[in-house]
């Protein structure tokens, strides 16, 4: 067990309780949505990005772009923004996966084919996140039903 104060552990029950099916598989076992199917891949609603585990602000909307991979992709992290990256060779390849250092969610992973500024892009699975529109800003989110 962790002895960070700040970190959220829960038994893998609470996790079933607390996710959908899908939000759990992604999160807690780091499976993947598939692509294009997701709630955020294709938005543009302009807000803050959460971890949908524990509710940590990761990703600006402002920082999203289209990489054409069928998932939201972010060039950057918000600033102070609780992610892990580590080391990924699973499936036969060598990747960056990204975790939310609070809860230890899996989000998806780094890639640095990114736009400039940074060159990165950050492919994330949409069901890891949740997004929180700002005040006045129309959404425009495709819903579960319409995804998958």
């Known amino acids: 067990m962790s002895t960070d104060p700040e970190k959220i552990e829960k038994s893998d029950a609470e996790w079933r309780e607390q996710l959908s099916p899908l939000e759990y598989e992604v999160t807690r076992h780091a499976a993947t949505e598939r692509a294009f199917t997701g709630r955020y891949w294709n938005t543009t609603t302009i807000g803050t990005y959460k971890c949908v585990c524990c509710g940590t602000p990761l990703f600006r909307s402002d920082t999203k772009f289209e990489s054409g991979c069928g998932w939201p992709s972010f060039f950057e992290p918000l600033e102070g ?3 892990e ?3 990924d ?3 036969g390849m060598t990747r960056t996966e990204v975790r939310c250092a609070k ?3 899996h989000l998806g992973h780094l890639f ?3 736009p400039p500024p940074t060159g990165l892009r950050y492919c994330i699975n949409s069901v ?3 997004l929180e529109p700002d005040p006045g800003s129309p959404t425009n989110e495709v819903t579960e039903e319409d995804g998958q």
């Open 89 to 91: 060779t699973s499936h």
């Open 81 to 83: 923004a609780r992610i």
């Open 112 to 114: 640095h084919d990114g």
């Open 85 to 87: 990256e580590r080391l």
């Open 128 to 130: 890891s996140l949740s």
């Open 103 to 105: 809860c230890d969610a």
